[in-house]
């Protein structure tokens, strides 16, 4: 496996509140990657870490063959590496495709941006058809796909997702997580999901990671990972 991204012995919080330490973990070209764990185990201050809009208190991040740790959030998202916000933040006064529009807005992606908004409403039909709607009338799984399709926008190679089955129907839930594995699959993108849906995160995950406060305690492919007693007790409820 050829890591895309390896994050190696990151430590950061929140002022003198440390919440990550020593966390190392690596996400592989086309790899499906998911971090499962509780409520406030730091899965959030992970991404935005590795996203640059937290500085990292010792450690190292490359992405793509560089060192991205320090770097101003905007030159991550420049270098191929996404992230989609918990919710997804969109701009609820503009339209569908006025925001996926915005995700273009970097150099290497505007020049695209016909091309990719025409592949986006292919893999995303719902969209196509209300492009001309506003973003705040959406239901919660049509933003949330809204939210990632915006993030295809501007041409990633590795994208992350931040609880995209919260607040979701169990059926949208299970439709999300096949829609994401699709467009991984057919746009050769790279996943790093974080979730406390721990079942279905790892259920389409090749390899996972279990956070407990602030520490990466298990790792494995998701089906040892869902076979584990131990995770099985603490977060499937068997
Ligand atoms: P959740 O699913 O609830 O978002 P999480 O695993 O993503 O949980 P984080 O949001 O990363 O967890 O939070 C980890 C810890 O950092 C928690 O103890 C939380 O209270 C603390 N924390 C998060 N954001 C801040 C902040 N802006 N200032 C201070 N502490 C914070």
Do not use: W
Request: charge should be neutral; glycine fraction near 10%.
């Amino acid at each position: 496996m050829s890591a895309l991204l390896t994050v190696d012995k990151i430590s950061s919080g929140y002022g003198d509140i440390p919440v990550l330490r020593d966390v190392s973990l690596q996400v592989g070209s086309n790899e499906i990657v998911s971090v499962v764990g509780a409520n406030g185990a730091g899965k959030t201050t992970l991404l935005r870490s590795i996203a640059g809009l937290l500085p990292c208190t010792r450690g190292t991040i490359q992405f793509d063959g560089r060192r991205i740790d320090g770097l101003p959030a905007h030159q991550v998202v420049v270098r191929g590496l996404v992230m989609v916000p918990e919710g997804g933040r969109l701009f609820p006064f503009m339209s569908v495709q006025e925001n996926l529009e915005l995700g273009a807005f970097n150099g290497s992606a505007r020049p695209q941006l016909q091309a990719t908004l025409e592949e986006v409403f292919n893999l995303f039909p719902i969209l196509a058809s209300r492009r001309g709607q506003l973003a705040g009338s959406l239901s919660g799984g049509e933003r949330q796909m809204c939210a990632i399709a915006r993030a295809v926008m501007s041409q990633p190679k590795l994208l992350m997702l931040d609880e995209p089955s919260l607040g979701l129907s169990p059926l949208m839930v299970e439709r999300m997580f096949e829609i994401i594995a699709a467009l991984a699959h057919s746009k050769r993108i790279a996943v790093l999901l974080v979730e406390q849906n721990v079942g279905d995160a790892l259920e389409m995950a090749h390899r996972g990671y279990v956070v407990e406060r602030g520490q990466i305690v298990k790792t494995g492919s998701g089906p040892d990972l869902l076979a584990d007693p131990e995770v099985q007790q603490a977060y499937l409820g068997l």
